[in-house]
């Protein structure tokens, strides 16, 4: 770890927690919606032997299951024991944490399968652990029991994304690999992934240049992959430099695939220099495609190759609209910044997922007081691309929320339709709330707060899984 790496205030609620728990029934205030029935899970890092030099993107991951039906919320959390956890309880420990180096230039080896900290779905059937250098890692409902590293009958190889999308239309789930099969290095993957598991495509091109690439994009007809100059290098790495840092004279690159096509296809355009963990959606229109993705001017928690830090001042992050005109000769993609207030962690309603859509919500930042300093994670912002108007819940200071996730109301629901759910760290107590909203109509607070006894220290993503009946109901 170089410890020369910046790193912005953090949010409060960073600390991991030590300990599994079950509570059978969170109190509630309000009413839980009678249709709401299913599992929010979500994950972050949370390291059973906390190294305060560590990168917050370190750590073990763990999950957070909030069951609920039948007017009742059941909470149960459990580390993803992967064998980097497994060796962490034991007081061992496995090379190959975030922003150090590897061993080698060699794959990593198959007995290291990461930290799962990122991110959680489901996909035929399975519940998958997820995080960008290793396998997804399956798990099982309502136990949380890990069930290990899955290559899906030997389908995947190295790393895949934290973030693939299912096309609501197929079921297919479209994923790809960074770092991949050396690590640090340009060399990349895309596959494809039937609705049964079943993985039908799978193959290896070379980015522009070695780059971190946390969320990818897809559409009806094409898929792109953002490269953008927080670039890797294995030198920086074995010479003791941060592996990951910002070099914002390579520009930013955009590899547009025609999904009937191949990675030969790919035609890369351009972009002046900027940073994206996360896209909200990517559709296409008028022989051009777009994607609306949380730009950061430079990114946050990473140096420049020297160690030093990028800015004095965190960078602050927008909703951008990415456009590529279909028939330029010049392939350079236009930016055009949506919304004036900053924030993270975008979400739609999926089952517009890579179609034209309406409704999104992220994570905005707030004031602590009249005054005082930016407060990361403040509140919840609704946007309806159809009206000017913005629907927002902030919370009380100190208070910090989650990722949103939504919820359909039923399957055949018009689209933003449901609930938004997000849990809630109270600074007064040191404890978090699940909070429950009519998705479009946050300002009105709400709907159900259920609390717990403990704390969920702040984490990454969360997805939901219907009941098993509701789940057959709402299959595509």
């Known amino acids: 770890m170089n410890d020369a790496i910046p790193r912005s205030a953090p949010p409060p609620n960073m600390d991991p927690i030590d300990f599994e728990t079950e509570v059978a029934s969170l109190p509630l205030k309000g009413t839980l919606p009678a249709g709401l029935r299913g599992t929010l899970v979500r994950n972050g890092p949370n390291p059973v032997a906390p190294d305060p030099k560590a990168h917050w993107f370190s750590g073990d991951g763990m999950l957070h299951a909030f069951q609920i039906g039948d007017g009742q919320v059941r909470y149960r959390n459990r580390w993803v024991r ?10 061992k420990d496995l090379s190959g944490g975030f922003q150090e180096a590897p061993v080698s230039e060699q794959p990593k080896q198959q007995h290291d399968d990461g930290s799962a900290n990122t991110n959680v779905i489901g996909h035929a059937g399975r519940m998958l652990a997820l995080e960008e250098a290793h396998l997804p890692v399956e798990m099982a409902l309502p136990a949380l029991d890990t069930l290990g590293a899955t290559d899906f009958g030997g389908g995947l190889h190295g790393s895949f994304t934290a973030h693939p999308k299912t096309d609501p239309r197929t079921g297919e789930l479209l994923f790809f690999g960074y770092g991949t099969p050396a690590p640090l290095s340009a060399g990349m993957s895309f596959g494809v992934m039937s609705r049964e598991g079943r993985v039908t495509r799978f193959e290896r091109f070379e980015a522009p240049y070695p780059s971190m690439v946390h969320d990818f994009m897809v559409t009806e007809r094409h898929v792109m992959f953002p490269i953008m100059p927080l670039t890797a290098s294995m030198e920086r790495a074995q010479s003791g430099r941060p592996p990951y840092a910002w070099e914002p004279e390579h520009g930013t690159r955009v590899g547009l695939m025609p999904r009937d096509g191949g990675t030969r296809d790919i035609v890369w355009w351009k972009g002046p220099a900027c940073y994206v963990f996360h896209v909200m959606n990517a559709w296409e229109a008028e022989g051009s495609l777009f994607a ?3 730009q950061f001017p430079t990114p946050p928690l990473f140096p ?46 999926e089952r517009v997922a890579g179609l034209p859509y309406r409704h999104g919500w992220y994570v905005c930042r707030g004031v602590s007081q009249p005054g005082g300093p930016p407060r990361l994670y403040a509140g919840l912002v609704h946007i309806d691309h159809g009206t000017p108007h913005r629907d927002i819940y902030q919370f009380p200071a100190p208070d910090v929320v989650s990722e949103g996730v939504f919820v359909p109301r039923s399957a055949d629901a018009e689209e933003g339709d449901g609930w938004l759910l997000a849990t809630v760290w109270r600074g007064a107590t040191d404890t978090s ?17 259920a609390s717990l006894p403990h704390r969920v220290p702040v984490g990454f993503h969360g997805n939901w899984f219907p009941s098993k009946e509701e789940h057959q109901e709402q299959r595509p």
Do not use: N
Request: aromatic share 8%; hydrophobic share 35%.
């Open 433 to 449: 709330d699940l909070v429950v909203f009519d998705a479009r109509a946050l300002a009105s607070g709400p709907l159900c707060v």
């Open 292 to 294: 609306d993705v949380v």
């Open 304 to 349: 420049r190759p020297d160690g030093s830090p990028v800015s004095d001042k965190p960078p602050i992050s927008r909703l951008v609209r990415w456009q590529f005109d279909l028939s330029s000769t010049t392939h350079e993609f236009t930016q055009t910044q949506l919304e004036e207030i900053p924030g993270e962690f975008p979400r739609i309603d």
């Open 82 to 91: 992967t064998q980097r956890w497994q060796a962490a309880a034991e007081g």
